[in-house]
């Protein structure tokens, strides 16, 4: 007999040793056990579930699989009053269900501004016209045909995520303060691939980029950015893209504000200027105390936040607990995180889970003991350039709080003695 199979002999045995126990337990445990809390389950004894009882669905009942039903409240989620309409709003991962670094497909955030375009790929086309010597129009299959193609994860943070907290805490969860983000596999080729066949004037110095939805999104990018990292992609998490994530093309500009990510991507541009178009203007574009505005402000600087314990993951237990969290850096790579529980008095750094990568979340982890004693929870990235992640008077100090966009305070968590959990500040 191999190992294995011994391993699964014994695990049968005990499985029936515990029914036995279970099924003299289970005339009491059903009844009363289920009307209130009070009554604890044992924790000695085995419920035997259907499950060993009675066959399952066979394969194929769902040729495409989904989560188990017990899994139904790990979903994204809106705020009501934050937008106007369906069609241009935004929901919110749920950051603090989640675990290690990939967002699951179905879990990333949506933001559209006129809707999921649904395009049909075979009638898709990409334009590339401007200051190139020779204007081309590609479909998917020309596009999948490229040499270079490429598996890169990178975050994707929308500039106005923690917008809402600019003035003050807002918000009571982790999924509304920081889940304008998602990190994903993307699998494409690179930009300049494509750039190349075309062939770029020497006077080409920017892209407009063009999505096919309602709202015909556009944005600026600058050339450097475009030859040095900026993917076409097709597919996220090892398949084809989501509609909502921009079915069936989409640019991934790694490290650069999400606005800048076109989705149903159309059209490249290139010119001599950038176009000063309304997302670059007067959207994505912060007015400073003075009167004056930040402008073109790409990069999304270092962030990180606590996922659990956070206002929806509430700490349960005394004793032995894990926190966790999320850190990235549109700059790099995650060098460090620290940790406080006391509001920022003492720190300790963090266990950075597995080798971080270049523009893509990094897990962080404290095993912590908790003896019931209200805590004020901060996390602080610092990135590979040396850059720390600022409190948000410090913040406000330079920015003012007129701004909505590229909030990347620390974030603080008070746990209270019963283990709840809510979103404040300290100063
Ligand atoms: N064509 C198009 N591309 C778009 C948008 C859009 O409305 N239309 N929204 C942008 C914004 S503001 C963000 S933050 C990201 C969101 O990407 P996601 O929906 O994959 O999370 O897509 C960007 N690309
Ligand atoms: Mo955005």
Redesign the pocket.
Known sequence: MSDEGKLRSVNRRQLIRAAGLAAGGLALGTSAGRAGPAQKPDPLITEVQDAARYLGDGVAAKPYGSPSKFEKHVIRRDVEWLTASRE?S?NFTPLHELDGTITPSGL???????GV?EIEPDKHRLMINGLVDKPMVFTMSDLKRFPGRVNRAYF?????NSGMEWRGAQLNGCQFTHG?V?NVVYTGIPLKTVLDEAGLKTNAKWLLV????A???TRSIPIEKALNDCLLVWGMNGEALRP???YPL?IVVPGW?????????RRIEAGDQPWQHR?ETSK?TDLLADGRSRRFTFIMDAKSVVTNPSPQAPLRFKGPNTLSGLAWSGRGTIKRVDVSLDGGRNWRSARIDGTPTPLSLTRFYVDFDWGGQELLVQSRAIDDTGYVQPTKSELRQVRGTNSIYHNNGIQTWLVKANGETENVEVS
């Open positions: 241009s935004v990333c955030f949506e933001r559209h501004h006129s375009a994707l943070e929308c500039a106005a304008m998602h063009e999505g096919a939805d709202a015909a999104m909502e994530q921009g989409r504000e999400g606005n800048m990510w076109v989705k149903w991507l997302e994505y």
